[in-house]
């Protein structure tokens, strides 16, 4: 989790909070609790799935970046 104080350009105190890394950790202990006490019956594939998808993502996302670079820098 990351909090971070700025300012706003009126001079206002703004207060980001950060929980996207925190909230995918908890979903995969959750899942692997679930999967070791035969609550559920995934593939373990699914149950790693907030640690992998995240990674597929990006490479999905920068692959398409510079499919679309390639493309138009002919």
């Known amino acids: 989790m990351k909090i971070s104080r700025t300012y706003s ?3 206002k105190e703004v207060l ?10 908890l979903l995969l202990v959750a899942f692997i609790v679930l ?3 035969h609550v559920i019956e995934w593939s373990w ?4 799935a907030p ?3 995240p990674f ?3 490479f999905i996302i920068i692959g398409v970046i510079l ?3 390639w ?3 002919r």
Do not use: P, Q, R
Not at 16 to 25: H, R, Y
Not at 45 to 48: G, R, S
């Open 16 to 25: 980001n909070v950060n929980i996207g890394g925190l909230f995918s950790t």
């Open 51 to 53: 640690l992998w998808i």
């Open 35 to 37: 999967k070791l006490c």
């Open 45 to 48: 594939l699914w149950v790693l």
């Open 56 to 58: 597929a993502l990006c």
């Open 71 to 73: 493309i138009t820098n």
């Open 9 to 11: 350009e009126d001079g």
């Open 67 to 69: 499919i679309i670079n």
